[in-house]
């Protein structure tokens, strides 16, 4: 009776524990499997640029951006031949800066 039981806790006990160590209980994950985006964009300011809420000229300005500020280029938008748009995001710490800054807008290049 106690050598089933004791068998019993023994095989409960690494039938838990055992799978936790192997690659498919999530442990042992490889950075290949996330998938970081290879070729981001960064655009550097040389001169002072409006930030919009949307691709248009007369849409809302959110703010204004400074020159040397660091963007991240998320899509691109071409409106006709000679206008193009740039949805960007603004480099930032999430930890530290106020939740509701505005981090996301459209550029016009």
């Known amino acids: ?5 004791l068998k019993n806790f023994c095989l409960i006990t690494f039938a838990l524990i055992a799978p936790i160590t192997l690659p498919a209980g999530g442990i042992q994950k490889s950075l290949k ?10 655009i550097i300011l ?5 930030l919009y809420s949307c691709p248009e000229i007369y849409a809302k300005e959110l ?3 400074n020159i040397g ?3 991240s280029v998320l899509r691109n938008w071409k409106v006709s031949k000679n206008e193009n748009w740039v949805r960007v995001e603004l480099a930032s710490n999430k930890f530290l ?3 509701n800054k505005i981090l996301k807008g459209w550029i016009k290049m």
């Open 97 to 99: 800066d106020h939740p």
């Open 33 to 42: 499997q996330n998938k970081f985006p290879n070729n981001i964009n960064e």
């Open 69 to 71: 500020t660091t963007l």
């Open 1 to 5: 009776m106690i050598k089933n039981v």
């Open 46 to 50: 040389s001169s002072n640029t409006s």
């Open 63 to 65: 703010l204004v951006l």
